[in-house]
């Protein structure tokens, strides 16, 4: 079945920098979109940014422009997202969702989300 | 950005009644409205994409309707496990937006 799986919980301290994994099973990586969207704890849903794993193209929300990056590698089925400078109100679930373009863009399905902690 | 707003911010409800979410957008996003719902501790899940296309494997007490700005999520007859907060996500213009979040208790 189709799945993302996605890397552990870390604690950062502010300022520093977390790479978040996930990899992909169950379909072909390289014909969907890999979107990441965090949540805050007690919050909603806050979309960062996408990834196009054959073209090796990403858009990115311009609130996270200059410190957010979006990767994959394609010999492991995995995409990343590396958050830079973090700061305490960094701290939240980061998600990754395979996206479906038809009819617009939509997401499934979700991996189990990796919280980051940023403290001091 | 595109702001979207839901209502109510949550609302409780007994088994089998008819629940409405209603999801409002700040500028015309055509069909392109997706309905995801999380329960507690869980990630999100895709229940309906395009306005009122229904996800394989979702129950059909769920349904979507509306058009330009407004639009609807319906649970004919609410059940135990529709415990959960839902999401209206736009997807007509970059950034994606979601709503805010409507938490649904059960009485």
């Known amino acids: 079945q189709v799945q993302l799986v996605q890397s552990g919980a870390e604690v950062k301290q502010p300022g520093a920098s977390v790479k978040v994994s996930c990899k992909a099973s169950?379909?072909?990586?390289?014909?969907?979109?890999i979107h990441w969207v965090r949540q805050a704890p007690g919050q909603g849903l806050e979309w960062m940014g996408r990834?196009?794993?054959?073209?090796?193209?990403?858009d990115y929300a311009q609130k996270f422009q200059g410190r957010v990056t979006m990767t994959r590698d394609t010999s492991i089925n995995t995409a990343y997202m590396e958050l830079s400078s973090l700061r305490s109100d960094d701290t939240a679930i980061y998600y990754c969702?395979?996206?479906?373009?038809?009819?617009?863009?939509?997401?499934?399905?979700w991996g189990q989300g990796s919280l980051v902690t940023v403290s001091s | 950005d595109i702001q979207m707003t839901q209502s109510p911010s949550s609302l409780s409800a007994s088994v089998g009644d008819r629940v409405t979410i209603t999801c409002r957008a700040s500028?015309?996003?055509?069909?392109?409205l997706n309905w995801y719902q999380q329960k507690p501790g869980k990630a999100p899940k895709l229940l309906i994409y395009?306005?009122?296309t229904l996800q394989s494997g979702v129950p059909s007490r769920f349904s979507g309707s509306g058009s330009g700005t407004g639009f609807t999520l319906t649970i004919t007859s609410l059940q135990p496990e529709d415990l959960a907060t839902y999401y209206c996500?736009?997807?007509?213009?970059?950034?994606?937006?979601f709503g805010q979040g409507t938490k649904v208790e059960i009485k």
């Open positions: 500028q015309s996003i055509d069909g392109y």
């Open positions: 169950g379909y072909t990586f390289i014909d969907y979109y």
């Open positions: 395009a306005t009122s």
């Open positions: 996500h736009q997807s007509y213009k970059i950034p994606w937006t």
């Open positions: 969702a395979r996206g479906h373009r038809s009819l617009g863009d939509w997401f499934d399905p």
């Open positions: 990834l196009n794993p054959n073209r090796y193209v990403t």
